[in-house]
């Protein structure tokens, strides 16, 4: 049973660019959270989706960040005309469709640089 | 914000038990309290979870105050390998936790 698979795990980027951030989950998981480490600080959660809908994206900046988790495919994390603040380790992880008071389990992340 | 409590660094010697404290005088009755742990560079990795009894897993223990107030988690023979930061969080999920700069515990042989 492969663990949480994000890729790319190194995505260099120019000012500008759109960067695609793919997420498979677990098998057999059907929630997804994506959540960002800047350098030298925590993890802050960025949004929470299932399968085809976005539960909570609160933590999500306004713009030029989107998310989705189609039926078919991995979970997207879309960054439009990257700044070089979005430079950071973006995680994800999945969890099983008991609910939300279980273990997450993360990915590797992928360490976006822009430059 | 990660309205959590917990020393920036703590050192062990390989072998001791490693003991982490973590304050949330201010968690609720339906909050959970959630440790995790990320070595270096790595995505973080879930240790345990608990609301109000102790509880073990075959990673560590999670001892919680009776008023809730704060926690310890407990390492029982920490190695080298259990060197990383750890994240005490609380919050009604696992989802929405907000990862603030945790504790930094060193395993020294």
């Known amino acids: 049973n492969a663990g949480v698979m994000q890729n790319p795990r190194h995505l260099v980027r120019r000012r500008g660019q759109e960067a695609r951030l793919r997420c498979s989950p677990m098998k057999g998981h059907s929630h997804v959270y994506w959540y960002r480490q800047l350098p030298e600080e925590g993890l802050k959660f960025m949004v929470y989706l299932q399968k085809e809908n976005i539960i909570d994206e609160s933590g999500m900046p306004k713009e030029r960040f989107s998310a989705e988790f189609p039926k078919e495919g991995p979970s997207i994390l879309r960054i439009q005309q990257v700044v070089r603040g979005d430079s950071a380790a973006y995680f994800c992880a999945s969890s099983p469709p008991q609910g939300t008071n279980t273990e997450a389990f993360f990915g590797q992340g992928t360490r976006l640089t822009v430059v | 914000d990660a309205k959590t409590t917990q020393p920036p660094s703590m050192d062990c010697a390989e072998g001791r038990a490693a003991n982490l404290p973590c304050n949330h005088s201010t968690i609720s009755g339906n909050e959970y309290v959630y440790w995790y742990r990320q070595i270096h560079s790595q995505g973080p990795q879930y240790i345990i979870h608990?609301?109000?009894n102790n509880e073990t897993n075959e990673m560590a223990s999670l001892i919680i105050t009776e008023d809730r107030k704060s926690s310890t988690l407990i390492l029982p023979h920490a190695t080298l390998r259990d060197t990383a930061v750890y994240y005490c969080n609380r919050g009604g999920s696992n989802y929405k936790l907000t990862f603030g700069k945790g504790t930094l515990l060193t395993v020294n042989p």
């Open positions: 608990g609301l109000k």
